[in-house]
């Protein structure tokens, strides 16, 4: 092995840094500028093979060769990183599509419920309570006209009641 190392205004902060340029690319982001030299993801995912050199370096205190065989992985893992993050934007867009059609369908069905209470509503108008009131009125003076008539046929019947009460007490004595 060759003791050649990066130099150091390539190294960061690990795992630190690593983490949090992995954490941070979103979907929705705006794109990031041009990628580092080596790097493989213009979006800053992703390790160059300086940066895998200075982390091997760093924490195990072993110096990688450049054309060390085992550097072909981070090409590799780059390369996955990339097809899955392509995967990732196919099945966004997806599923914004999904949730468009069920809000959709959902808004359509708010819309003609609220429609059908729209119409319901418009049948108990204030018209329609004065009708209401209207025949209300009506039933309750025929009631009044029955009332009265019961009335008279007990003033009547109580007139009678006297009169032969009146009658009896003449002819008994």
Not at 46 to 66: F, I, N, Q, T
Not at 106 to 125: F, H, M, N, Q
């Amino acid at each position: 092995m060759s003791d050649d190392l990066p130099p150091d205004e390539s190294m960061r902060e690990w795992p630190e840094a690593a983490v949090s340029a992995s954490d941070t690319a979103v979907a929705n982001e705006p794109p990031q500028p041009a990628p580092e030299v080596g790097q493989c993801l213009p979006d800053g995912m992703g390790l160059s093979v300086e940066d895998v050199r200075a982390l091997l370096a760093r924490k195990h205190d072993l110096a990688v060769p450049k054309d060390d065989p085992l550097l072909m992985q981070v090409t590799i893992l780059n390369a996955f990183l990339a097809e899955q993050q392509q995967l990732q934007k196919r099945h966004e867009k997806a599923l914004a599509a999904f949730m468009g059609q069920q809000t959709a369908a959902y808004v359509e069905g708010v819309e003609k419920s609220v429609s059908e209470l729209r119409k319901t509503l418009a049948d108990v108008t204030i018209n329609g309570i004065r009708d209401a009131a209207a025949d209300f009125a009506a039933t309750l003076s025929g009631f009044r006209s029955t009332l009265y008539l019961c009335t008279a046929v007990m003033a009547l019947s109580a007139l009678v009641n006297v009169a032969v009460f009146v009658l009896r007490a003449v002819q008994h004595g």
